[in-house]
Each structure stands twice: as structure tokens, then as C-alpha cells.
């Protein structure tokens, strides 16, 4: 009877640590494991918490709020797809027949390469086998800062503020020599596409978003033999980006981002949306820098002078109201947080 009882309460002990263990190592906040003494009850909390550990097999976020915790607002949760891969990766190279035929519109490209090839050989030249932006620091809270490009940045002197986050993503042709003061000088990730490129700083990830085959190809070419220098405008035909800070945006995320947080609005997501997205994903904490129009209604890029240039709001493809909308929601229910510059 006594040997029984010291038995069960070893099971017991070896239980409750257990609960006590995998929650201290979800160290999600939203999962807060009620300490009920049942065995039964605890096992079956248990495994609750290995199920959450093997569906969302993510890195633990210790901030105070997670940007990907559910249950705060379902207008999140119905668009949040934990599942969803950002990065291409030779293992998640599959694409299903819509997401391809939906991509290959997208820039209307005619008689384009064979895809598997293509990725075949892209994968030869740049890393595809690990999904680095993910695995890297592998503990803690994550914050980024999305950098757009928007001329509300213009004496906002939000530099070291900006520098101050763990990844600083900026896009297209953003530069930020001259213009540190506002816009800081770190950036650990640069969202381009081939028509958007700038070189970048030596240490700087390049992440190529693909809305054509021509692009992947391009890609391949810029860091081995320059072959492509033109794609519906002139492209640099070759890049001095290391071949192992290269990765590549997934197609399917994209029409991701396209159904589920656009509803289908527009021709195709720019790229701040794109980055928000991908940073949803990717980080822990997310603030935005630099999108939108400054106070006075212009739509215009930090770095240039006439206030009426850029006007991105008004290409022809992109959804600039609805994109604008998406953000602002998720700022109003703090997932979020925008700095609006002047
Ligand atoms: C989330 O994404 C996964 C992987 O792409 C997909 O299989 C699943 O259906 C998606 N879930 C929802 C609710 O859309
Ligand atoms: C790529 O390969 C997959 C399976 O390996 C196949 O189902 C698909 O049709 C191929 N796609 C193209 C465009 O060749
Ligand atoms: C790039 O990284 C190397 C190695 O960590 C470092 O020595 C170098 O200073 C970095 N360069 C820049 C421009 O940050
Ligand atoms: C987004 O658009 C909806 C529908 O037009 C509107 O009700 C809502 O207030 C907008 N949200 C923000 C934050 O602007």
C-alpha cells in the first residue's frame, strides 16, 4: 500500500515537473498551464502543450507580447497562418497548380523556364537547404524594425531608435548613407527585386522576392556569369552580394499575403506589404518606420526632394489603401506599433 503510494507519487512528481518543464520551455505567454492536481487532467494538459510544441515548431519568445500569439484578436487569427514558410527553401520548393499559375500572372511572363529547373539550379548557386533568417538566435524576444520608404521619414530622427532593434528590414532602392540621422545605418535584411536593386552593405541579407521565373534565373546570373541584364527594364547584370546572404521570398507566401491579409485586393502585394507580413513571421516585436504619407498627404521617398514624386499610392498594381488599412488595423490592436514621422 505504502510502496503504491510512494509510486503514484513519484508519477505524480515526474508530472508535474514535466507540465512545469514544457511550459517553462513554450514560455508562450498566452498558455497559461493551470496547476490542477489531477493527473489525468495534467496529462492530458500535457499533451496539449507537446501538440502546440509540434504544430508551431517556433523559436520561445520572451517579450511581453509576441506579435504571432492567438487569441487576442480574430481578425489576427483569421489571417495568421503559423504554417506558412516565408523563405523558399529547397525542401518546400513544391508549389501547388493555383499558387503557380496565380504567380506566374502576376507579371504576365511569357514562355517562362521550367521552374523545377530553375529552382534546381538556383539552389546549386545559393544556400537551400536551411532556413537561416529562422534558426538564427534561437531564444528570446526578436524586435525588428520595417523600414519603408515613405518621405515621412524626413527629420524624424529616428536613427538610433531604428538601429536599435535586432533586425532593421529595408527595401528596394532605400539607401541610408546621408540620411543615417533619420533612418539609422543597420540593416540586416534588404527586400528587392531585380528592377529594385541596390547594392548592399557587406554583411546585409538580400532577399529576393520572385514575382517571375526571369527572377530566380536572374539571380543565378547577377552572382555567376551576368548574362541577364534586362528584364522589362534594364537590371544590373551583375552583384556583388555574397551568394550565401542570399535568400529568396516564397512565391506561395506571397499569394499568402495576397488571399489571407489583402482579400484578394489589387493586382499583388507591394513590397512594404510584403515586409510587414514576413516580419509577422519572422519576429517577435515588429514597429514600422517610414510607411505612408507624410503630414501633408504626399506619397514621396525619403530620399528624394519633390514631394510628388514616388507617388506609389497611385501605381496601377498595387492596393495602397487597403495595404494601409491592414497595417493601421494591426497597429489598433497593438500587434504592431507605427511611427508616423513627420
Ligand atoms: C495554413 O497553411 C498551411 C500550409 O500552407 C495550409 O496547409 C493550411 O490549410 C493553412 N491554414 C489555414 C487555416 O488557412
Ligand atoms: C515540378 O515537379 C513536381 C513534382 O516533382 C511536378 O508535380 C510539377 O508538375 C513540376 N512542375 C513543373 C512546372 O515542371
Ligand atoms: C561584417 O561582418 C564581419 C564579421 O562579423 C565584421 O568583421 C565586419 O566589420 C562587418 N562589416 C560591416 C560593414 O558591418
Ligand atoms: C479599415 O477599413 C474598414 C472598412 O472600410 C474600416 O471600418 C476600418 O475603420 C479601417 N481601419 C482602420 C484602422 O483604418
Excluded at 495534467?42 to 515548431?57: A, C, G, T, W
Excluded at 539609422?184 to 529576393?208: A, C, D, I, Q, W
Aim: hydrophobic share 35%; net charge positive.
Amino acid at each position: 500500500m505504502v510502496a503504491m503510494r510512494k509510486r503514484n507519487l513519484k508519477v505524480l512528481t515526474f508530472l508535474v515537473l514535466l507540465v512545469f518543464l514544457t511550459s517553462f520551455f513554450l514560455n508562450y505567454t498566452h498558455t497559461v498551464v493551470t496547476t490542477a492536481w489531477f493527473p489525468r487532467q495534467m496529462v492530458s494538459e500535457l499533451s496539449e502543450s507537446l501538440k502546440k510544441l509540434m504544430n508551431y515548431p517556433q523559436r520561445p519568445c520572451t517579450c511581453a507580447h509576441c506579435v504571432g500569439e492567438a487569441g487576442v484578436s480574430p481578425w489576427f487569427d483569421e489571417r495568421f497562418n503559423q504554417t506558412m514558410q516565408p523563405l523558399l527553401t529547397a525542401q518546400n520548393a513544391l508549389f501547388e497548380e493555383d499558387t503557380y499559375s496565380w504567380w506566374l500572372r502576376l507579371q504576365r511572363e511569357k514562355q517562362p523556364k521550367n521552374l523545377n529547373d530553375t529552382i534546381k539550379e538556383l539552389f546549386q548557386v545559393v544556400p537551400g537547404n536551411v532556413d537561416p533568417v529562422l534558426k538564427k538566435g534561437s531564444v528570446g524576444c526578436r524586435r525588428c524594425a520595417v523600414v519603408g520608404n515613405s518621405g515621412n521619414l524626413k527629420e524624424s530622427q529616428y536613427g538610433p531608435q531604428i538601429d536599435g532593434h535586432d533586425f532593421v528590414l529595408r527595401m528596394n532602392r532605400a539607401p541610408t548613407t546621408g540620411f543615417e540621422a533619420d533612418v539609422g545605418s543597420k540593416t540586416t535584411h534588404h527586400l528587392v527585386y531585380p528592377e529594385s536593386f541596390r547594392e548592399l552593405g557587406e554583411n546585409v541579407s538580400m532577399v529576393l522576392v520572385p514575382f517571375k521565373t526571369t527572377d530566380l534565373q536572374w539571380v543565378i546570373s547577377a552572382t555567376t556569369k551576368g548574362t541577364i541584364s534586362h528584364t522589362y527594364v534594364p537590371v544590373p547584370a551583375r552583384i556583388k552580394v555574397k551568394k550565401n546572404k542570399i535568400l529568396i521570398y516564397h512565391p506561395a507566401f506571397i499569394k499568402y499575403v495576397f488571399d489571407s491579409w489583402l482579400q484578394g485586393h489589387g493586382r499583388y502585394p507591394s513590397t512594404g506589404i510584403l515586409s510587414v507580413i514576413f516580419s509577422l513571421h519572422i519576429c517577435d516585436e515588429v514597429d514600422l518606420y517610414g510607411f505612408g504619407a507624410d503630414s501633408k498627404g504626399n506619397w514621396h521617398h525619403y530620399w528624394e526632394n519633390n514631394p510628388s514624386a514616388g507617388a506609389f499610392r497611385k501605381t496601377g498594381v498595387h492596393d495602397g489603401d487597403f495595404e494601409s488599412n491592414v497595417t493601421a488595423t494591426l497597429a489598433s490592436i497593438n500587434k504592431i506599433r507605427i511611427f508616423k514621422g513627420r
